[in-house]
């Protein structure tokens, strides 16, 4: 379709004026309004004020210029189409063969600290999404552009065309343009249900970032959306799975916890071992530790740049995925010898890229939960004897690497390491067991080791459990009915415990 006349309002002004101009160099009628007339009038380029083209006055501050019988008439009958041409004709529609229009910043608006839900309302566009979609709608005959990057695509096109676009061309743009103002009215609709807290409707729309070779299993089909690659870079390596990237995600919601030097090892996003220590390659060694027949296959992650002495360690093992802020010129030499190993770069801090909401799929829906924070913890001394400060900082790290580990969980810490770990028991004492065998295994003593949980003992006996594999002090949410009777069993123990008063359950 030949593009005679265009009707161009943006918000984004970038690369309007030289997109303007080669329009009118190829007899364009332009139709513009308010700062985007302002801009071409003084680039030296002619233009129509909306006013003139519809013969009825911006209004109600500029609310009302384009939402108008002869701009969307113009935009929406059916070219071709003998009722539609004789009924534009009598109304007097002139035909707009082409929409630009990129609408108000209202994610740019509510990004602003301290903004008002006065000045978040200013800034939602009405006309401006009228009208695309009116030319989306129409796109056998309209075309309609959203996205100054579109601009350049959009000229080649009429140049190659004699003036015209394609019909592929326009499906294309039609589709980005339905996609644009679904997004805007996600973020309109997200931000005015927090604001005034209701009940309506969640919602979603994520752009695709890659489809995967399959899912969790090889006959399930998957594909990766969101901004992941805005946070993780991958340096060398396969393309990452499904599953890499569920362990990559826990890993990273992991390390966040931690601001010392830390390395962690998990494997089906359980943590095998993490610890810390001012020399990266000791934290290595302390996190290897806990467990070194769980971490083949698994993903390892530093809160540090990786260097040639801890490169050197952890190439020792098979490892799916190697996660750090950055690798050292001598580290990646020795990663990238193997060539299937994935090193990846966490391009953003661990805290900043935790989502701060959860969502799980489920028969007939979707729960959506806030993100699993804790925030202060008061830390309620329970037990006659008060911890002493290394049980605290044991039991504080206990807490740390507990609250990533599958329910059931427990976990044995010391200050700077994990000990045992048992995850995703059916009952706690089971998880105890686990991880106290684990310990043993890995020749580790629990003798004056913390133990956390992430729910409440529900019966003494894991926490006699615990006392006696050598644990001297223990950290859970409290809240069980026999509470009273916990307690007393730490008393007769001489155990210290501490209730958070927060659970951490993972299912």
Not at 281 to 306: E, Y
Request: charged share 25%; aromatic share 6%; glycine share 8%.
């Amino acid at each position: 379709m030949k593009i005679t006349r265009a009707l161009v309002s943006v918000s984004d002004k970038s690369g309007i004026a030289s997109f303007a101009r080669a329009l009118e160099r190829q007899g364009v009628d332009i139709i513009s309004t308010g700062g985007t007339a302002d801009l071409l009038r003084k680039e030296k380029i002619p233009v129509r004020e909306i006013s003139s083209f519809t013969a009825f006055p911006e209004v109600l501050e500029g609310r009302v210029k384009t939402l108008h019988p002869r701009v969307h008439g113009g935009l929406l009958y059916k070219r071709g189409n003998a009722k539609h041409e004789a009924e534009a004709r009598e109304c007097g529609f002139e035909p707009i063969d082409l929409v630009v229009v990129n609408l108000y910043p209202f994610e740019a608006t509510i990004a602003k600290p301290g903004v008002t839900l006065a000045e978040a309302i200013e800034n939602i566009d009405i006309g401006g999404p009228s009208m695309i979609r009116s030319a989306a709608k129409n796109y056998e005959s309209v075309t309609v552009v959203v996205d100054p990057a579109d601009y350049d695509t959009m000229l080649e096109n009429m140049r190659d065309n004699n003036g015209e676009t394609t019909l592929k061309l326009r499906e294309r743009l039609a589709i980005k343009a339905f996609i644009k103002t679904s997004e805007y009215d996600r973020t309109i609709g997200k931000f005015l249900n927090k604001e005034q807290a209701s009940d309506a409707s969640f919602s979603l729309s994520l752009p695709l970032v890659t489809r995967l070779r399959y899912g969790e299993n090889p006959h399930q089909s998957a594909a990766l959306y969101g901004d992941f690659d805005a946070h993780f870079e991958k340096l060398h390596g396969k393309d990452l799975s499904f599953n890499n990237i569920l362990d990559i995600s826990a890993a990273t919601n992991l390390i966040g916890e931690f601001e010392e030097p830390t390395v962690a090892i998990l494997k089906h996003t359980n943590p095998c071992g993490v610890g810390s220590d001012a020399d990266l390659r000791k934290a290595w060694d302390k996190a290897f530790a806990t467990d070194k027949q769980a971490p083949f296959g698994g993903i390892i992650i530093c809160n540090r740049s990786i260097a040639e002495p801890l490169a050197k360690a952890i190439s020792g093992i098979f490892s799916e995925v190697i996660i750090a802020p950055d690798f050292e010129a001598e580290a990646r030499s020795i990663l990238q010898k193997k060539k299937n190993l994935r090193l990846i770069r966490l391009a953003t801090s661990a805290v900043e890229v935790r989502s701060a909401i959860d969502m799980r799929s489920v028969c007939g829906g979707v729960l959506v939960q806030d993100a699993d924070v804790d925030g202060e913890i008061t830390r309620n001394v329970v037990s006659r004897r008060r911890p002493t400060k290394t049980e605290l900082t044991a039991m504080s790290f206990g807490w740390r690497v507990v609250k990533h580990v599958k329910s059931n969980a427990i976990v044995y810490a010391r200050a700077d390491r994990t000990l045992g770990i048992g995850a995703g028991q059916m009952s706690r004492i089971d998880a105890s067991r686990i991880a106290i065998w684990k310990a043993n295994e890995a020749g580790l003593s629990l003798k004056g080791s913390a133990v956390a949980s992430d729910a409440f003992f529900p019966f003494p006996d894991g926490l006699s459990a615990a006392a006696d594999a050598g644990a001297t002090c223990a950290i859970q949410p409290g809240g069980s009915v026999r509470d009273e009777e916990v307690i007393a069993a730490a008393n007769e123990r001489n155990m210290a415990m501490i209730f958070t008063g927060i659970r951490h359950f993972r299912h």
